[in-house]
Antibody, heavy 117, light 107 residues
Framework: EARLVESGGGLVQPGGSLRLSCAASGFSVSNYYMSWVRQAPGKGLEWVSILYSGGNTYYADSVNGRFTISRDSSKNTLFLQMNNLRDEDTAVYYC???????????WGQGTLVTVSS | DIQMTQSPSSLSASVGDRVTITCRASQGISRSLAWYQQKPEKAPTCLIYGASSLQSWVPSRFSASGSGTDFTLTIDSLQPEDFATYYCQQYNSYPLTFGGGTRVEIK
């Protein structure tokens, strides 16, 4: 069974950095489309970034240049490096994946990132 | 960017009711549409992909249709466990975008 477990969230000051991790089991992160999706408190879902099996990456305009998605195949883990964080980055960050397409067939439980001074 | 507009934003219904949620894309997306269910304090789960294909675990009371710009999700005979927020998502082009959500509440 495919499973994703996020970690690394927490409280950070504006301008700070944080790295989220998403440990996968039941499949290889190298073979799936791997994504980050976030949800601000009381709001809807917002796609953040995606990493293809071939290595291509794409980002939402709101995070482009500040966030970097990557993976460590040996640890079967996806990462999101978040720099220059802003108040509006406050959200629950979900790791999500799919073997075939750019949708989100499997989700983690989410990790909360709070950007506040 | 492709804007996804869901309606209604919320609805109240009773157990046993038939519920229909619509999702409109600002430009054609073929059948590259998914539907998600999210219960409070939980991660979303994918119900539908390819506009009308149910995930294997989804009950048959759920159905979906559409192509191009107009899509619908229908729940026949609403059950207590179906009270949740539903989101559509297009995966035709970047940025990947979601609708604003439809909250299905108990009447």
């Amino acid at each position: 069974e495919a499973r994703l477990v996020e970690s690394g969230g927490g409280l950070v000051q504006p301008g700070g950095s944080l790295r989220l991790s998403c440990a996968a089991s039941g499949f290889s992160v190298s073979n799936y489309y791997m994504s980050w999706v976030r949800q601000a408190p009381g709001k809807g879902l917002e796609w953040v970034s995606i990493l293809y099996s071939g290595g291509n990456t794409y980002y939402a305009d709101s995070v482009n240049g500040r966030f970097t998605i990557s993976r460590d195949s040996s640890k079967n883990t996806l990462f999101l490096q978040m720099n220059n964080l802003r108040d509006e980055d406050t959200a629950v960050y979900y790791c999500a994946s799919d073997p075939y397409s750019l949708l989100f067939g499997v989700w983690g439980q989410g990790t909360l990132v709070t950007v506040s001074s | 960017d492709i804007q996804m507009t869901q309606s209604p934003s919320s609805l109240s219904a009773s157990v046993g009711d038939r519920v229909t949620i619509t999702c409109r894309a600002s430009q054609g997306i073929s059948r590259s549409l998914a539907w998600y269910q999210q219960k409070p304090e939980k991660a979303p789960t994918c119900l539908i992909y390819g506009a009308s294909s149910l995930q294997s675990w989804v009950p048959s009371r759920f159905s979906a249709s559409g192509s191009g710009t107009d899509f619908t999700l229908t729940i026949d005979s609403l059950q207590p466990e179906d009270f949740a927020t539903y989101y559509c998502q297009q995966y035709n082009s970047y940025p990947l975008t979601f609708g604003g959500g439809t909250r299905v509440e108990i009447k």
